[in-house]
Nanobody
Framework: QVQLVESGGGLVQPGGSLRLSCAAS????????MGWYRQTPGKQRELVAI???????NYADSVKGRFTISRGNAKNMVYLQMNSLKPEDTAVYYC???????????WGQGTQVTVSS
C-alpha cells in the first residue's frame, strides 16, 4: 500500500523558517521525481518545487532563492526547507511522487503552513 506521510507544517511568523518532510513507502518501481505543491482555498494547486531522480530541481518563481528541495539518502524522503517565509506562502502543502514510465503519481494528505504575525 502506497503511503506518503508529510510533516513539519505549522504556524510561523513572517521571515521565519519551516522544514517540511515527506516519507514515501510501498512504492514499486523507480520514482522519477518527487515534489511539493501548495493550494489555497478557491485556487488551483500549484507547483512549489520538484526534484528528479538525478537531482535536478525546479522551483516556482515565487519561491526561488527562499525554498530548497532535497532528497534523503534513502531516496524515499523529500524535504522542503522554507526560509524567509511570507504571508502569501500560507497554504496546504502536498507531497507528490511520480513515475514517468507508466504516468503514475500519488499525493500525500497535505500539511498546513500558516505564515502570520
Amino acid at each position: 500500500q502506497v503511503q506518503l506521510v508529510e510533516s513539519g507544517g505549522g504556524l510561523v511568523q513572517p521571515g521565519g523558517s519551516l522544514r517540511l518532510s515527506c516519507a514515501a513507502s510501498g512504492i514499486i518501481g523507480s520514482i522519477s521525481r518527487m515534489g511539493w505543491y501548495r493550494q489555497t482555498p478557491g485556487k488551483q494547486r500549484e507547483l512549489v518545487a520538484i526534484i528528479t531522480s538525478i537531482g535536478s530541481t525546479n522551483y516556482a518563481d515565487s519561491v526561488k532563492g527562499r525554498f530548497t528541495i532535497s532528497r534523503g539518502n534513502a531516496k524515499n524522503m523529500v524535504y522542503l526547507q522554507m526560509n524567509s517565509l511570507k504571508p502569501e506562502d500560507t497554504a496546504v502543502y502536498y507531497c507528490n511522487v511520480a513515475r514517468d514510465y507508466d504516468n503514475w503519481n500519488y499525493w500525500g494528505q497535505g500539511t498546513q503552513v500558516t505564515v502570520s504575525s
